[in-house]
């Protein structure tokens, strides 16, 4: 059966306002063919009766570490490649099934390419997961954010970073990067919080080589997403054009115009904030987290609702990985509580997101898009809510999860 008709009881279509009323979707193959209140059922076709959900694009995660545990980081990073890939798979078809249908993972711990295998066995329909798009390792300055050596012994040499320190070493990381098929560039251009010995409020790439970076990417036509927290590492981003601050930790107003004029996405990891400040008060924060995030826990949730101000084009993104994936869904909420209206945090799981990847057949309900479709009960616009109740899950046309609303 290669025709689905889903009877929807509203539609978020990913670029409105507002929700429609009651509409037919006809989908053939793995693309929609047409969107109305009544479509054409061609002979045979399954009906799928979504009359009392809100029917929305298929939402993307723009940050996920599918083969990074922070829970267990120093122990995981030294697992096998293979090992890592399948744990990665078993994650992301359990966040599909949350109604993530596609994701970017912004970079694997390994010497290896585990997250470029995953993503190639899911293209090639050799396993069933949510659409892969990677950065396949994090690239950084030695002392930075993804310089893990601190956290062994010194007198081990483990191939766990992806580190240099001078122009010409970075261009070669970048060309490494396509040569073996990523899709992004993943940098660090501050310290963070979970990693040892940096600092999320200090600048870790003197401007040439941030520049290197940006431009080997450009000329190779890859986009760059860099993570950032200090606001001269925001601005320093921009400048050398990234597409996507990841965190923008400490991003103030002059960073935020300086991304709306650029045209620069801000991915804002807004959970994230809000499952570092929960360890906190437990006191099970990891310890070279405490000082760094005593310190600007409260600057962050500022710089927050300075975006949620602003017109920044914002995409949603979790950093799953560092906390578990069934979190993820949450931060819907997290961005309405930082001041993001409902309908911004929706667009910024479709269509905004779609834009950021250049994809042009995500992230809209409308003919010609891919079949990448799901469903809720409730209202999202009145409760941000309901988007943790996902039920239905279809992926390029065909259904993962449905909630037995079949007619």
Not at 1 to 6: G, K, N, P, R, T
Request: charged share 20%.
């Amino acid at each position: 059966m290669s025709s689905i008709v889903l009877v929807c009881g509203r539609v978020f279509d990913g670029v409105s306002d507002t929700l429609s009323g009651k509409m037919e979707i006809l989908i053939e193959k793995n693309r929609i063919t047409s969107v109305g209140q009544s479509v054409e059922r061609p002979k045979d076709a399954q009906v799928i009766d979504l009359s009392d959900r809100t029917v929305s694009p298929g939402f993307i995660d723009s940050h996920v570490h599918l083969t990074m545990d922070a829970s267990n980081l120093v122990r995981q990073t030294l697992e096998s490649s293979a090992s890592k890939a399948l744990k990665g798979l078993s994650l992301a078809r359990e966040y599909m099934s949350y109604g993530f249908t596609t994701l970017r993972d912004l970079g694997s711990v390994d010497p290896d390419w585990p997250t470029i295998d995953l993503r190639n066995a899911i293209n090639a329909g050799v396993v069933q997961g949510p659409r892969i798009i990677v950065a396949a390792h994090i690239i950084s300055a030695s002392a930075g954010h993804g310089d893990l050596r601190g956290f062994y012994n010194p007198r081990w040499t483990l191939p766990v970073s992806t580190i240099a320190d001078d122009p010409a070493s970075l261009k070669a990381l970048v060309r490494r990067e396509h040569t073996f098929g990523s899709d992004w560039i993943k940098t660090t251009n501050t310290g963070g919080y979970f990693s040892a010995g940096d600092d999320p409020a200090r600048v870790t790439w003197f401007d040439d080589e941030m520049e290197a970076i940006t431009s080997t990417a450009h000329q190779l036509g890859m986009p760059v997403a860099v993570h950032t927290g200090a606001a001269e590492g925001c601005k320093q981003g921009i400048r050398f054009g990234v597409r996507s601050l990841e965190h923008a930790y400490l991003i103030d107003s002059e960073g935020l115009a300086m991304a709306e004029k650029a045209g620069v996405y801000v991915v804002p990891t807004m959970q994230m904030t809000q499952e570092d400040l929960h360890l906190l008060h437990e006191g099970t924060l990891p310890c070279q987290a405490v000082w760094k995030f005593s310190r600007d826990n409260q600057n962050i949730l500022a710089s927050q609702r300075l975006l949620a101000a602003s017109n920044v084009k914002v995409s949603y993104g979790t950093d799953c990985g560092m906390f578990p994936f069934s979190h993820g869904i949450l931060e819907f909420q997290a961005m309405v509580a930082a001041g993001l209206t409902p309908i911004r945090a929706l667009k910024a799981a479709t269509s905004v997101a779609a834009e950021m990847l250049q994809r042009t057949d995500l992230g809209v309900i409308a003919a010609g898009k891919l079949a990448d479709i799901v469903a809720m009960p409730g209202d999202p616009l009145k409760d941000i809510g309901a988007t943790a109740k996902v039920d239905f899950v279809m992926k390029d046309g065909v259904v993962y999860r449905d909630a037995a609303h079949k007619g």
